[in-house]
C-alpha cells in the first residue's frame, strides 16, 4: 500500500479525530444510562466507518491501528490494547465485507461492524482469562450492539449526506 501525501495528511486528521471522540466518549461514561460492563457507544467507529468509505479498507486499518495504539499508550493502559485491537480490526473486516454487499446500507453495515466489535472484545477477554467464561456475556453485548451500531450509522449517514451536498469530501467507492 502506498499513501499519497493527501492521503496520509487525511489518515493522519481521522486518527486525531477518532482519538478526541474516544477522550470525549471516555469523559461521559454510558454506564450511568446503561449500567452493563463494557458498554459503550463507540464514538470513535464513526471515523473507522467513515475512513472505510471514503479511503478504503487499507488506509482505514492504518488509522484504526493507530488509534488504537495512541489510545492505549495515552490513557496509560496497554492491557486495553488487545481488547481496542481484536474488537476494531474484527468489526473492520466485517465492514469491509458487508460495504460489498449490494443494498446493505451504511446502517447495517454498522450494525454489522458493532456486533462484530463485540465479538473480537469477547475473544480478548478470552485469551486473557484463558477461559470462555466471557461467551456468556455475549449475547447480552450483541443486543446492545444494534443500538450502538444504529447510532453510529445515523450519525455516518448524516455526516454522508451534509458532505456530499457540500461537495467537500468526493467518497473514494
Known amino acids: 500500500m502506498r499513501l499519497t501525501t493527501k492521503a496520509l495528511t487525511q489518515c493522519a486528521m481521522l486518527t486525531t479525530l477518532a482519538l478526541g471522540l474516544s477522550y470525549v466518549e471516555s469523559a461521559f461514561p454510558l454506564s450511568a444510562l446503561i449500567p452493563l ?16 468509505y471514503a479511503l478504503g479498507t487499507a488506509p482505514t486499518l492504518c488509522v484504526l491501528l493507530a ?13 486495553a490494547l488487545i481488547f481496542s485491537v481484536l474488537g476494531g480490526v474484527t468489526a ?71 458532505l456530499n451536498a457540500a461537495k467537500a469530501f468526493p467518497l473514494s467507492r
Open 37 to 52: 460492563p463494557g458498554v459503550r457507544l463507540g464514538l470513535a467507529n464513526i471515523v473507522t466507518l467513515f475512513a472505510l
Open 67 to 79: 488509534r488504537c495504539t495512541l489510545g492505549a499508550v495515552f490513557a496509560g493502559n496497554m492491557n
Open 92 to 162: 473492520l473486516a466485517c465492514m469491509a465485507a458487508l460495504s460489498r454487499c449490494r443494498g446493505l446500507s451504511v446502517y447495517g453495515v454498522s450494525v454489522g461492524g458493532a456486533a462484530a466489535h463485540q465479538c473480537g472484545q469477547i475473544a480478548a477477554a478470552m485469551l486473557t482469562l484463558g477461559n470462555a467464561a466471557p461467551l456468556y456475556y455475549l449475547p447480552v453485548l450483541l443486543f446492545v450492539s444494534i443500538f450502538t451500531g444504529s447510532v453510529t450509522g445515523l450519525i455516518v449517514a448524516l455526516l454522508f449526506r451534509a
